[in-house]
């Protein structure tokens, strides 16, 4: 995870459509060096963690030793897109209306039966 003190929250995340828990201790990546790092170099995240990165409208998964699912959320906190277990050395989609990606475990957004037009709730984030 991202491992700057400045970037770390309590961030929580529910799929208020699924009545999904999807994470539970987040960190978000909001600084240039935190967004451009992300998840490169970290352990695979564990059931019920989550990266967020904003602003971001797309990523990568250069460099990265594992899978991860992403979900592209407008800034209504709607899923519009779903990249599921996307492979490392990867470049994820782009969509116009994203203000952030949410990367999980690979497997979460199938686990939850997350899909676009989903609305999400962030807590411990202004958005």
């Given amino acids: 995870m991202v491992s700057r003190k400045s970037d770390r929250t309590a961030l929580q995340v529910e799929n208020l459509t699924r009545g999904q828990t999807l994470v539970r201790a987040g960190c978000v990546a909001s600084s240039f060096f935190a967004r451009m790092r992300g998840l490169i170099g970290s352990a695979p995240l564990a059931p019920g963690e989550g990266l967020l990165i904003i602003p971001c409208s797309s ?8 899978p991860i ?21 990867h470049v994820g989609r782009f969509y116009r209306p994203v203000r952030f990606v949410l990367e999980l ?11 676009v037009g989903d609305q999400l709730q962030l807590q411990g984030l202004t958005v």
């Avoid at 407008?74 to 599921?84: C, E, F, I, L, N």
């Avoid at 475990?105 to 899909?115: E, L, N």
């Fill in 105 to 115: 475990p690979a497997g979460t957004a199938q686990r939850t039966t997350t899909q």
């Fill in 59 to 66: 990523v990568h998964t250069h460099f990265m030793r594992f």
């Fill in 69 to 89: 699912d992403v979900l592209y959320v407008s800034a209504a906190q709607m899923v519009v897109g779903v990249d599921h277990a996307l492979s490392p050395w």
